[in-house]
């Protein structure tokens, strides 16, 4: 999407990473089992501002849904409540017209974080490049905004509005969004015509079979019960309030302390990638489960000045004369995990979902080449909070009050590496680091410059 030639998207579910249902045209049925003036008909009665014109290649996928697609079909019916009163709520503000809520369904199968061949993700479907320079959100390895059900749908409805503009006419409009305005643009220069169906035959195979898709799957939304298709249970937003964060909070900290799992967390958060918020944040929106947001609100200073705090940290105590010399007392650790490469999976699509480099990947396993087999098992190291005993660390109890505790802890001084990721500073990794000056971290280091590249190992302390 945005700028090259692209298909519209089926995921498997079971995955995030999706392959392309326009590419797999032998699947469309060629022989017509539904009464086509049924579908007609159909059509015209949920019609509104796009035009659903019935023709056979919108018959086609009317059938490609119902019968070899319907599982597809049905798991929409059943997540469509997550994410359709988000799209409503942005098409009526950006003035758009509700029907385009269906769109989501051909580009992501409703996956927050579908990622397709080419590099779009999201809901919506965005290159890294047009998320960025056209709509500024956030897509690093810390934050990928095109993952966030909000900022993303906005960005949506923004890029639609536009293309509107541009061509006059949804069916043109809907193909500019598929492939970018300039290949439909020179598909108008070649045939001549400025109708969607009139440059059919000039338009890249994938985005011809867009719009008769998204056709199709507008019927099926409404007329599924017709085909016997229907959802067997029913994905709900888990209830949620919002927080605006600012710097490095150490996520699986902050919903330790505030009751919730690390795991609740990224469901409610899928464009936060690693464990925790970069310093160079200077505000981000997340979302806390609701019965656990009172708590946080009443303990909110404690609770991110354990999550920000390496040295000294304020850690809640629930009850205060059951604690020891290291009760509650918790450090960093780096623990190997191992992986097992799926079918169709890369080292950099594994690496991107593993929060690790390419280069790290390929240091921790021995790997000469970026080729991976399926069924290949590779390490790599994840950092996790465990408990300290007395054998890791003295430690210093005080007792300040009956809601908190400071804790000191006094360990072996030991050297400290960051492996530089895309988009890192040596501003960003000196205040996650809390380094005086990043003079100190190039004086270790022998750096001349401050530029740094992905992959680089970096002494801290």
């Given amino acids: 999407m945005f700028g090259q030639e692209r298909s519209a998207f089926l995921p498997n579910i079971d995955r995030k990473f999706i392959d392309s249902l326009a590419r797999n045209e032998q699947g469309v049925p060629t022989s017509l089992m539904i009464d ?121 409805c923004k890029y639609m509005r536009q293309l509107y503009c541009i061509f006059g006419d949804w069916h043109m409009a809907l193909a500019a969004y598929n492939t970018g305005p300039g290949n439909v643009k020179r598909a108008i220069r070649r045939c001549g015509s400025t109708d969607f169906w009139g440059i059919y035959n000039c338009l890249p195979k994938e985005t011809r079979n867009y719009v008769p898709q998204y056709i199709a799957i507008s019927y099926m939304m409404n007329f599924h019960w017709d085909h016997a298709i229907q959802p067997q249970e029913w994905a709900f937003h888990m209830p949620s309030d919002t927080l605006h964060l600012k710097g490095f909070v150490n996520l699986k900290v902050l919903s330790t302390l505030a009751g919730f799992s690390l795991d609740t967390f990224r469901v409610l958060n899928p464009h936060i990638l690693g464990n925790s918020i970069p310093s160079d944040v200077d505000k981000i929106i997340v979302r806390i489960p609701k019965d656990k947001y009172a708590f946080f609100r009443d303990n909110r200073l404690k609770i991110l000045d354990s999550a920000s705090y390496f040295g000294t940290r304020k850690v809640l105590g629930i009850s205060i004369g059951s604690i020891d010399s290291t009760a509650g007392l918790r450090m960093l650790k780096n623990s190997k995990k191992k992986y097992v490469v799926r079918k169709g999976e890369t080292i950099y699509t594994i690496a991107r979902n593993l929060d690790v480099s390419v280069l790290e990947l390929k240091r921790i396993n021995r790997l000469r080449s970026n080729r991976l087999k399926r069924g290949k098992v590779i390490y790599y190291f994840v950092k996790e909070w465990v408990d300290m005993d007395e054998s890791t660390a003295s430690s210093k109890v005080e007792i300040n009050n009956s809601e908190s505790v400071v804790i000191k802890t006094k360990s072996k001084r030991r050297t400290i590496y960051h492996r530089v990721r895309p988009g890192d500073t040596l501003s960003q990794i000196a205040d996650r680091y809390n380094v005086s000056t990043i003079a100190k971290i190039k004086k270790l280091n022998r750096l001349r410059s401050s530029v740094l590249k992905p992959g680089m190992r970096l002494r801290i302390s």
């Fill in 36 to 156: 086509p003036s049924l579908i007609q008909n159909r059509l015209k009665s949920i019609q509104n501002v796009i035009p659903l014109i019935y023709n056979q290649y919108s018959h086609q996928y009317v059938e490609y849904f119902a019968f070899k697609k319907a599982a597809f079909t049905q798991h929409m019916l059943e997540k469509r409540d997550l994410y359709f009163p988000i799209y409503e709520k942005y098409l009526k503000q950006y003035g758009l017209p509700d029907e385009l809520k269906y769109l989501s369904l051909i580009e992501s199968g409703l996956e927050t974080k579908a990622l397709s061949l080419k590099g779009a993700g999201g809901l919506w479907q965005f290159m890294p490049y047009t998320a960025r320079g056209d709509f500024g959100l956030r897509v690093d390895s810390y934050v990928d905004e095109r993952f966030d059900p909000e900022r993303a749908t906005e960005a949506a």
